[in-house]
């Protein structure tokens, strides 16, 4: 493995536990598709493959190859790139199917291992660092046993495991990702289940044609397919040598000027993301450009679509996003199709999805988005931002009491109370013993911070959903001012959307209900709710980069960055790859 795939960039590992799901998952498959395994993610693709019946390989016997393929794994030799739980999924993928070649076929051809490195050449594609893989060690397996050669049965044993090796890798990869989240993003709370990444493994490798099967581990999701778009879009633009840089200078307000060259240099720059047409620069009678119109209008736009106070100012922050190079894009684009393999595979056909950079939530319904709203996060301080985490809601509370957090009611409201004695009253606080202590907690009300009603996912965070008392704060562009919990938009029609299917909860109920007085009502069925953390991300076919509060990218693109443009020498590799499995 290269230097910059070690530490972080290391593949997960499945353990004991996920060998022995991976063994009854391969027997379940065999003897009943249906049973201990997950419903198939194959789609149309038949699960009709298996290895038995094959005699022999370039007239060599099968029972030779078995052997050679025997001694081959039990050398505990492993290819490079791969960590202990991958061979410990090879092992015993050959262990069920009793060593018999996985990807050898009778003649010289084979239309299997064709399909598997014609997939490990799009690797680039889903923003996969490719010198993760054992590239080399591909090329000098296979090159023996071209259809010109005469292998020895060793040879042939060698190009199955490291097949078979390459064939778990990527789809692990595919699956589950290829950084470990916890490594590189502690706040990133959102976990898959290695049972079904050793399920899926097994279903997939006997999907005929492997070729749609191995494409279907991928994340289906639409914005998945969207980005990756736009990360060849980014590559194009970064191998064609990226773009200008904007000369840095003082801020400028629409109807400043500057020099021609620096303005120039701007409209240069947002033209070559399509931000605005090139042409000429205004000036005035002195020569000097004028920061007007169409070009002050381009910024605006550049500065919505990468979550920036809109103002048209040229000013520090916009000229910093603006002077990021295509590579940094591109690294973006990589790390968000990466937390997009992070994901669950299946979200389920009801759910709330908030995404903190980009300050809204939409809510599913038959998996389509039947309402969607502004929302402000938390602040951009390390115990104040918002995690990525998924839980289930299972109440609402009606006009809700606030129970001030400890520490909010240290920093902030013990001085202003013990400085003004009518600063409780005034604001609706009233103590009350909790845990033998006292408490500061605010009766419901047009005060109340939590608003008219709050949305309960329980969890260790003790974050949640709640409306608010100042709606004016909706209207900013930058949303993050919260202490971590969501407040929401539009929480009416979001309390309706909880509670649709359940007898009773009109419209016309639910406003009586956010008047009061305090009341939970449990849910009938439990929603899933994800709070996510997509930098980048396509809406109505445009591409965003959203505000990165947290910087939570930095140490991501750090180790995708350099991979954003793929070198020639892996390009001509990977060609070759498939040149020799044609």
Excluded at 474 to 503: N, T, W
Excluded at 514 to 522: H, S
Aim: hydrophobic letters at 40%; a negative charge.
């Amino acid at each position: 493995m290269q230097d910059t795939l070690h530490g972080p960039l290391a593949r997960r590992r499945a353990g004991l536990l996920g060998i022995a799901i991976l063994a009854v998952a391969l027997a379940a498959g065999c003897r009943n598709q249906d049973a201990a395994t997950p419903e198939s993610h194959l789609g149309d693709v038949a699960e009709t493959w298996s290895p038995h019946g094959l005699t022999k390989v370039r007239n060599i016997p099968v029972a030779a190859i078995q052997q050679a393929i025997e001694a081959r794994v039990a050398s505990g030799k492993r290819p490079k790139g791969l960590d202990e739980g991958d061979w410990a999924r090879v092992v015993k993928l050959y262990e069920y199917y009793q060593n018999v070649p996985l990807w050898l076929e009778e003649d010289a051809d084979s239309e299997r291992a064709d399909q598997l490195v014609d997939a490990l050449s799009t690797v680039h594609e889903h923003g996969l660092v490719g010198t993760a893989y054992p590239l080399e060690e591909l090329r000098a397996a296979l090159a023996p046993i071209d259809k010109n050669r005469r292998p020895r049965v060793e040879q042939l044993a060698e190009a199955d495991v490291v097949l078979t090796s390459i064939y778990v890798a990527l789809g692990e990869d595919l699956l589950t990702g290829q950084i470990d989240p916890g490594k590189v993003s502690p706040d990133w709370r959102i976990r898959q289940s290695t049972a079904d990444v050793d399920s899926l493994l097994a279903r997939t490798l006997r999907g005929s044609p492997l070729a749609r099967a191995i494409e279907l581990m991928r994340p289906q999701d639409e914005q998945y397919t969207a980005l990756r778009e736009q990360l060849k879009r980014y590559r194009e633009i970064a191998a064609a040598g990226g773009w200008t840089k904007v000369p840095g200078g003082p801020s400028l307000r629409p109807g400043d000027t500057a020099q021609v060259e620096r303005l120039r240099a701007l409209r240069e720059r947002l033209a070559v993301e399509e931000f605005i047409d090139r042409g000429d620069i205004t000036t005035d009678s002195t020569g000097r450009a004028i920061y007007e119109g169409e070009l002050a209008g381009a910024v605006a736009t550049f500065q919505r679509r990468h979550g920036i106070v809109v103002d048209s100012i040229l000013g520090p922050g916009t000229l910093a996003s603006l002077n990021q190079t295509a590579e940094y894009r591109a690294g973006q684009i990589m790390a968000n199709l990466e937390r997009y393999r992070w994901m669950p595979r299946s979200l389920g056909d009801r759910y709330i999805y908030v995404n903190v950079p980009a300050f809204r939530l939409d809510a599913y319904e038959d998996g389509r988005p039947v309402l969607s709203m502004r929302v402000i996060v938390g602040q951009d301080y390390a115990d104040q931002a918002t995690p990525a985490f998924a839980d289930s809601m299972t109440y609402l509370e009606f006009a809700p009491y606030w129970n001030v957090p400890k520490k909010i009611a240290e920093e902030e409201l013990w001085p202003k109370i013990n400085a003004d004695p009518g600063y409780l009253e005034r604001n609706d606080y009233e103590i009350v013993e909790d845990r033998g202590g006292p408490r500061i907690r605010q009766r419901p009300g047009e005060k109340n911070a939590l608003g008219t009603v709050k949305f309960i996912f329980p969890n260790d965070l003790n974050i949640y959903l709640h409306d608010t008392p100042d709606h004016s704060l909706f209207d900013r562009d930058v949303r993050a001012f919260s202490h971590g919990c969501i407040r929401v938009q539009k929480p009416h029609e979001l309390a309706q959307y909880a509670l649709s299917g359940m007898p009773g909860w009109t419209e016309e109920r639910i406003q009586r209900a956010v008047r009061g007085p305090n009341r939970q009502v449990v849910l009938k069925e439990k929603i899933p709710v994800y709070i996510v953390y997509f930098t980048a991300y396509v809406r109505d076919g445009t591409l965003w980069f959203a505000n990165d509060l947290y910087e939570r990218d930095s140490e991501l693109v750090k180790l995708v960055e350099r991979s954003a443009i793929p070198s020639p020498r892996e390009v001509a590799l990977l060609e070759e790859l498939r040149k020799l499995a044609d």
